[in-house]
């Protein structure tokens, strides 16, 4: 079992920053591969980033690449996104995610074995 919890959501400006962190628990976090995903009001999950075990890889949606960016420190058992430029539509509940395939860049939400609750990201134009 791992346990994610991801913090740092808030309001902010279009324009402004905000980083995420997800912090894991339970077994080695380096086993993973960690996604980023976020759900828009009234639509479905989608993709936002990906990584890893070792942070060599990294893929972002079309929609946010450029202006994101998705870091890990497996000494801390964290993964980051760090996003700038943020824009009205980036407005979601973001959530974390691990996958048991660490070396696989893997953009489909059901193939994540454990979830975070989730954090509020409001932007406000």
């Known amino acids: 079992q791992v346990q994610l919890v991801e913090s740092g959501g808030g309001l902010v400006q279009a324009g402004g920053s905000l980083r995420l962190s997800c912090t894991a628990s339970g077994r080695t976090f380096s086993s993973y591969a960690m996604g980023w995903f976020r759900q828009p009001p009234a639509k479905e999950r989608e993709f936002v980033a990906v990584?890893?075990?070792?942070?060599?890889?990294?893929r972002y949606a079309d929609s946010v690449k450029g202006r994101f960016t998705i870091s890990r420190d497996n000494a801390k058992n964290t993964v980051y996104l760090q996003m700038n430029n943020l824009k009205p539509e980036d407005t979601a509940v973001y959530y974390c995610?691990?996958?048991?395939?660490?070396?696989?860049?893997?953009?489909?939400?059901?193939?994540?074995?454990?979830w975070g609750q989730g954090t509020q990201v409001t932007v406000s134009s």
């Open positions: 990584i890893t075990w070792s942070g060599s890889v990294t």
């Open positions: 995610a691990a996958n048991r395939a660490r070396d696989s860049i893997v953009v489909t939400w059901g193939r994540y074995e454990y």
